[in-house]
């Protein structure tokens, strides 16, 4: 009973527990939900107050914007009404002065035209006055004219003779006198030095044991760089040198840088010094094209073919009575800028037709005809100025002097060949007569090719085995004696050589 009643009393005061605690929940909710409210309607106070600045700020700024606005607005009307006045004043004043110019304008038409009839009242009465003097004399003005003249010339005719052939003597002595002062100067303002003659060149060697490598067993060296060069080798007792002798400049530069080659390598043998000489030759002809191109900037020569060019440095290689033709050619292309200066010529073309004028004969010896000629058809070909042609063409007198130019170039090749020391002619006929030997040798069917050596005592001829057999060789040799009997005046006895060599090389792989 008793645990009944406390079970009882238990259940009554959870049941208590649980309705104070929900109270107490709700009555706290209550107070939350109370200061909330207070809380958003204290929010939405401060937010009406925020407003109420903000807006105000905002007027306050519209009204200073506004009144900004409304004074610059009277600023610029201010300034486009004054700028309206200067542009009124200006138009008026346009105005004016365009009135005040017709009036001018039209002043000078009336000064114009009232000079028209007082002209054409001074022509009348000028005609009248010479009809006049027609009617009193009985002659018209171009009889009294002619019969005045006459009359002078008949009276003073021995006076004006006279003064005729005074002004033509003085004038011819002035001009004589004149000439002479151009070409000293132009001769005074170049210095070249006196060529000498020079036919041999000397390759230093360190000792002499040399030569006998460079002579080889049996002269087989020695030979074999005869053949293949086309130069004397002159071995003597001279110590520390080899002399190389040729006619040809061109032989002998080949020659030279050969040998040089050779003894730096110390291999001297057949073989290996015809493989020496074909690069002695490629290296020959770089010099050559650099000679040319160093000679063209040296004369200030810039509009030429890189060809044409090349064909000049061939000269380097080439003498003409002795005087080297390349240096010749410069100091012509100086000359005649001095030329052209003074008398008034085109120095351009002047220097450029004295550096070509020789072109021909770096290959005269190869193609027909004259060098003049031979140099006339190198230019075309590669595209020279005419001009360059006419003053070139002229300087042996092949051809008529067509420009100022040309009578320029012939005058400079005149003086850079007729200074003295300039030329030697026993040098050129030597030359000439050793190139006809070649010429004459080089002419028959079959000759690969021929050299004129001991200073023109011995002709060696090289023919190619496959078209003359050794037969044909003793015919050969003396054919080519005969030519030279018939065409040719030298002293003492020439001997042809003719060598017929036959190869056979076969590789073994």
Not at 64 to 85: A, M, N
Not at 436 to 447: C, K, N, P, Q
């Amino acid at each position: 009973m008793t645990l009944t009643i406390a079970l009882s009393l238990a259940g009554i005061t959870g049941i208590l527990g649980i309705a104070i605690g929900f109270i107490l929940r709700w009555l706290i909710a209550m107070g939350k939900k109370g200061s909330m409210e207070l809380e958003i309607k204290q929010m939405l106070l401060d937010a009406k107050e925020e407003a109420v600045k903000i807006a105000g700020d905002a007027e306050k700024k519209a009204e200073k914007l506004l009144s900004d606005s409304s004074r610059e607005i009277k600023e610029k009307e201010g300034q486009l009404s004054k700028l309206e006045d200067r542009l009124l004043k200006k138009d008026e004043s346009l105005e004016k002065r365009q009135s005040d110019v017709e009036k001018e304008l039209e002043l000078v038409k009336q000064k114009v035209q009232e000079v028209k009839v007082v002209k054409e009242r001074l022509d009348s009465l000028a005609k009248e006055k010479e009809s006049a003097l027609e009617r009193v004399a009985g002659l018209s003005k171009d009889d009294a004219k002619n019969i005045l003249l006459a009359d002078v010339e008949k009276r003073y005719e021995e006076d004006i003779m006279m003064r005729m052939q005074k002004l033509d003597r003085d004038a011819g002595e002035r001009l004589d006198r004149k000439a002479k002062d151009i070409l000293s100067t132009a001769v005074q303002r170049l210095a070249s030095p006196v060529n000498n003659e020079i036919l041999s060149s000397v390759v230093p060697i360190t000792n002499d044991e040399i030569k006998g490598k460079v002579i080889g067993k049996e002269g087989r060296n020695i030979k074999a760089f005869e053949r293949a060069t086309g130069v004397d080798v002159i071995v003597d007792d001279t110590p520390g040198s080899i002399i190389l002798s040729c006619f040809d400049p061109v032989r002998r530069a080949v020659a030279k840088s050969a040998l040089e080659n050779l003894i730096k390598d110390g291999r001297i043998q057949p073989a290996k010094i015809e493989e020496v000489v074909e690069k002695s030759k490629a290296e020959i002809n770089k010099i050559i094209k650099e000679e040319g191109e160093k000679a063209a900037y040296e004369v200030g020569v810039f509009n030429l073919d890189p060809r044409i060019v090349s064909i000049v440095g061939r000269l380097h290689f080439r003498t003409s009575f002795g005087q080297n033709v390349l240096r010749h050619s410069i100091e012509m292309a100086h000359v005649s800028g001095m030329l052209a200066e003074e008398l008034g010529g085109d120095v351009a073309i002047a220097k450029a037709g004295a550096f070509v004028h020789d072109i021909g004969k770096a290959v005269d010896h190869e193609i027909q005809g004259t060098h003049v000629e031979i140099g006339r058809r190198i230019l075309q070909k590669f595209g020279a100025d005419e001009r360059i042609i006419q003053a070139m063409q002229s300087h042996h007198e092949e051809y008529p002097y067509e420009t100022l130019e040309s009578v320029i170039v012939q005058t400079a090749d005149a003086i850079s060949g007729g200074r003295p020391g300039a030329r030697r002619d026993s040098v050129e006929n030597y030359v000439k007569r050793l190139q006809d030997l070649e010429a004459i040798a080089t002419a028959h069917a079959g000759v690969e090719k021929c050299y004129a050596i001991q200073a023109g005592r011995e002709v060696r001829v090289f023919v190619t085995p496959e078209k003359v057999s050794d037969l044909q060789a003793l015919e050969l040799a003396r054919e080519i004696a005969k030519q030279v009997e018939q065409d040719l005046k030298y002293p003492g006895e020439i001997r042809i050589a003719v060598i017929r060599e036959t190869r056979v090389i076969e590789y073994a792989r």
